[in-house]
C-alpha cells in the first residue's frame, strides 16, 4: 500500500483514488477561471485520504477543495496538493436525533432531502457549494446560519488523526470558523429542527424564486464578492433596509456595472463580480479592488473579501 509513486521528483503513497499533474482548474471554477492544481488528488474513500495525508511530506503545502463556488483561484494556479472529496464522502444519514452529513454532499441536496422528512434546514436551499465549505464558512442567509443547527463536525488532521468538534469548540461567526489550518472536514451532524414538510418545501421555492429575481444565477460568478460590513447575513427582502450591506454601499458607491477587461460588476446586484465569458482571474480581483478603493472613498468603509482568493497571482 505504501509503495510510492513518483511525480515531478515528489513521491506519493499508492492510492485508489486519482492524482492528476496539473489540472485545470478552471474546469471546475464557478466562475470558469484560474490556473492549474500543481496535483489535484481525489480519494477513493476515507482509508485512501488518511493514508495519502499521512504520508505526504510536510513540506508539501496541502489546500482543500469543495465545489469551488466560493473561491477565485487565481492564474498561476494552486501549489502543491489539492485534495477534493467525492462520492464516498457524500452520504447523509438521518439518526434518531440528529442528522449526520459527509463533507462533500452538496447544500441544497441537503436541505431538499432534509425537508423530505420534515427537517428544516432550507436555508441552505440557496446556497451554493458543499457541507465542508459551508461549515468552514459558517454560511448563511436571511438571517440563518450554519452554526444555527450544527452540533459537530469530524475532522482530518495531516497526522491522520480524527478529531469531533463540537459546534462550541468551532469559534463559529460571521463567515469565520476555529477550523485547523490545513484540517479536512470529513462530516458534520446537525440537529433536526422538525417542521412540516410542504410549508419547508414551499419556503425553498420562495427562496429559489426570489434568488432569481434579485442575483445574477444565470451568469459566471461566485456569489456575494465581499463580507457585509455589519458582520451580519443578508435578510432577504428586508435587506434594501439594512444600512451596512455591502451591495448598497457598492451601489452608492457608483460601481454598479463597471468593467475591467471581461470582468464585470453586476449590474442585477452589485456585491457579484462577473465573467462575462473571458476574463482571467486578475482582471476579477483587480476589479474587485476598485470596488473596495471605491467603497472607501465614498463611504471610509474597507470591505473585506468573502471569496476567497486562493493560488498564485
Known sequence: MNDPVVLKDIAFPKMKGSLSKYYQLSKISWLKVGGPAEFLFKPYDLGDLKNFVTSLCPDIPMSILG???????????????????????????????????????????????????????????????????????NAGCYGRY??????????????????????????????????????????????????DSKILKNEMQEALRYRANVQPTDELSCGSAFKNPSGASSFGKSDENYKLSAWKL????????????????????????????????????????????????????????????????
Open 250 to 313: 457598492i451601489d452608492e458607491a457608483g460601481c454598479r456595472g463597471i468593467k475591467l477587461g471581461q470582468a464585470k460588476v453586476s449590474e442585477k446586484h452589485p456585491n457579484f463580480l462577473i465573467n462575462m465569458g473571458g476574463a482571467i482571474a486578475s482582471e476579477i480581483e483587480d476589479l474587485g479592488e476598485m470596488v473596495r478603493e471605491k467603497v472607501y472613498e465614498k463611504h471610509g468603509i474597507n470591505l473585506n473579501w468573502e471569496i476567497k482568493l486562493v493560488g498564485k497571482r
Open 67 to 137: 465545489a469551488c463556488s466560493n473561491l477565485l483561484i487565481r492564474d498561476g494556479g494552486i501549489p502543491g496538493v489539492s485534495i477534493k472529496l467525492g462520492r464516498n464522502f457524500n452520504n447523509i444519514e438521518i439518526k434518531k436525533h440528529n442528522i449526520k452529513v459527509g463533507a462533500s454532499v452538496p447544500t441544497a441536496r441537503l436541505a431538499a432531502i432534509a425537508s423530505d422528512e420534515g427537517y428544516d434546514l432550507a436555508f441552505l436551499r440557496t446556497i451554493p457549494g458543499t457541507v465542508g465549505g459551508a461549515v468552514k464558512m
Open 146 to 195: 450554519v452554526s444555527d443547527c450544527l452540533e459537530s463536525v469530524e475532522v482530518l488532521g495531516r497526522n491522520g488523526v480524527i478529531t469531533e468538534f463540537k459546534k462550541v469548540d468551532l469559534g463559529l461567526s460571521y463567515r469565520i470558523s476555529d477550523l485547523p489550518k490545513e484540517s479536512i472536514v470529513i462530516s458534520a451532524t446537525f440537529k433536526k429542527i422538525i417542521r
